[in-house]
């Protein structure tokens, strides 16, 4: 049989053409539906898990520790690197500094520092200052950020949300990734003169920490 025998009358040409366009389409459609359907899903935004869901934080520390010593007047710029992975988020950053006077002749002459933070190359964060003494037990100062609104990292049951909506909601928008910096200023008090049986009180030693707390959030079905 050849060509022509096939398109010799009108019902051949038609069931010719059906033939054709089938060969044709049939694998386009198995080529393309998976990309569709992939969209659709994706596109769609699953929420994923919902019901009564456990909601529980898995948290890690990135930490920077020194220390200085400084006479009265003296400043000392401090800085800290924060990078954290894209699926990370970072809960707070605190800054503090401790200080103990512990050579000073008597009451009226302790020691005390001064903090200020610069953040100028961090968006949607606010520079803070603090002040404190270097005596009893809780001498110095410390100064925190929120990243994530309201994060406590302690485990809570949601019932009113799903996966998604819940990790929405904790998120930090992508704070705090940079240089953060900070300085401080030694008041060393001394007395007038010199105390007979007593050390002359020209400088402190300070500890410096900064601490950042990240976290992943972890979502089970109760």
């Known amino acids: 049989m050849d060509f022509q025998d096939l398109v010799d009358t009108p019902r051949k040409v038609k069931t010719l053409a059906g033939t054709v366009a089938f060969l044709v389409l049939f694998p386009v459609y198995f080529t393309v539906m998976p990309s569709l359907i992939g969209e659709e899903i994706v596109g769609g935004g699953s929420s994923g898990l919902t019901g009564t869901l456990i909601v529980s934080f898995e948290e890690s520390e990135i930490s920077l520790a020194e220390s200085v010593v400084l006479g009265d007047g003296e400043t000392h710029d401090t800085f800290f690197e924060l990078m954290a992975e894209s699926d990370v988020n970072v809960g707070y950053v605190e800054f503090a500094?401790?200080?103990?006077?512990?050579?000073?002749?008597?009451?009226?002459?302790?020691?005390s520092v001064e903090g200020t933070s610069d953040l100028d190359g961090l968006d949607g964060l606010e520079d803070k200052s603090a002040d404190g003494p270097c005596s009893g037990g809780n001498s110095g100062i410390t100064m925190r950020w929120d990243l994530t609104e309201n994060y406590t990292g302690a485990e809570y049951t949601e019932e009113e949300q799903s996966e998604s909506e819940i990790r929405d909601r904790w998120t930090d928008g992508g704070l705090g990734r940079g240089t953060w910096a900070a300085t401080i200023t030694a008041d060393i008090s001394s007395p007038p003169a010199p105390v007979v049986g007593q050390i002359i009180d020209s400088d402190e030693e300070f500890d410096i920490t900064w601490t950042a707390v990240t976290y992943t959030v972890i979502i089970e079905s109760a």
């Open 97 to 111: 500094v401790w200080c103990f006077d512990n050579d000073d002749p008597g009451p009226g002459f302790t020691d």
